[in-house]
C-alpha cells in the first residue's frame, strides 16, 4: 500500500508510530523507522537537551528518516523548537494545539510539518499555511484527545483539504488501515500497539496494563479542567472521574495529575500513575518487535484489499486477522 507520504517521508509503508510523551525516545522512534514507518521521538515533558541527545541517538540507530513530536502546551516549546530546526529532522508532527506561530520557522528549516488536528477548522488552517500532510486524531485515541472519532472525522477532514490525511485513533491492525484507507486517508498513525514493542522503553507493568485492557477499560479524564486525557480506567482515574461528578475544582484535578505520567511510565505504578492508552488496547495482545508491527497490519490490510470484492459479494468479508473466512 503506497500513498503520496511514501514519497513525502521517503518511508516503506504509510504508518507514523504515535507521539507517546515520556515514553517514544530514540529506540522506538529508530526501530519504527527501521521497520519501514517514520518513528517519532516525543519530546512532551522533555527537556531540550533530552531532545537533541535523543536525536543524535536515533541518527545512530537508523540511516532512515524520522521525525519528532513537538506538544504545543510544553513550557519549553520555544526552546524544542529551535531544537529540531537546528538539527534539521526530517519531520515533525504538532499535538495539543495550533502550530501556527511555529510554521514559517519548521517550513524554513526545511522540515516536514504533520500537525495532529481534531477538527476540521484546524486541519484547514494549518493546510492552508503549508503543512505537508494532517493526522486526524479522534477521541478513541490515548492522551490528549478532541471530542469527535476517527469514523466521524477523516472523512470530513479528508473532503475539506488536498494534503495527504493520516488516521489516528483506534487503529491497531490491518483492519483498521482498511478501514481508514476507505474514509480517505492516505496513512495511519499508529500509538498503543507501539506501546508493547519490544523496543518501547516503558515500564513492563505499563506494558501489561494494555495487554490485559478489554474494550471498555478506559476511559477519558479532565474534561472538566479543558484537557481531557485518555487513560486505562485505574485507581486515579476512578478518583479523578469521582472528582469531576462532584464538580470539583479544576486545579484541585490538575494538581491530582502532577507527576502521574512519570508514575506509570518510569516506576510502572499503575494504579496511582496515568495509564495513557487508546480504546484499541482491548485488540493488543502480543509483545513483538515494531518492524513486526509493521509488516503484520501492512500483510493483513493488504489481504482485506485483495478480497475487497468479497464484502459486496457475500456480506462477509475475509477478517484481516485471519480468524473468519468466508
Ligand atoms: O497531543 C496529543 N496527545 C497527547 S499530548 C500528551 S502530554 C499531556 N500530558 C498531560 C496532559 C495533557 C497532555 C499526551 N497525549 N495528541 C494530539 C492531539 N492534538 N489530540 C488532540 C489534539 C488537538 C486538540 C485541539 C489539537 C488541536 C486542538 O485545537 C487547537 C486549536 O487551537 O484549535
New binding site residues.
Partial sequence: MKSRLNEILGIKYPILQG?M?RIADADLASAVSNGGGLGIIAS??QSAQWLREQIKKARSLTDKPFGVNL?L?APNIDELVDVVCEERVAAVTT????PGKYMPKLLAADIKVIP????V??AVRVARIGAHAVIT?GCE??????ETTTMALVPQVADAVDIPVLAAGGIADGRGISAAFMLGAEGVQVGTRFLVANECNVAQNYKNAILKAKDTDTCAT?RSTG?P?RVIKNKLAREILSLEKKNADPAEIEKL?TGT?VMAVEDGDTDHGSV?SGQIAGLVKKEQPAAEIISEMFEEAEKIYENRSDFFRTGCAVSGNGKKSV
Wanted: charged content about 5%.
Fill in positions: 507521539a510523551a512532551g515533558g506538544m502546551l499535538g495539543a494545539g495550533n495532529v488536528v481534531a477538527s477548522a484546524l486524531e485515541a490515548g492522551g490528549h484527545i478532541g479532565g484537557h486525557v495529575c505520567l495513557m
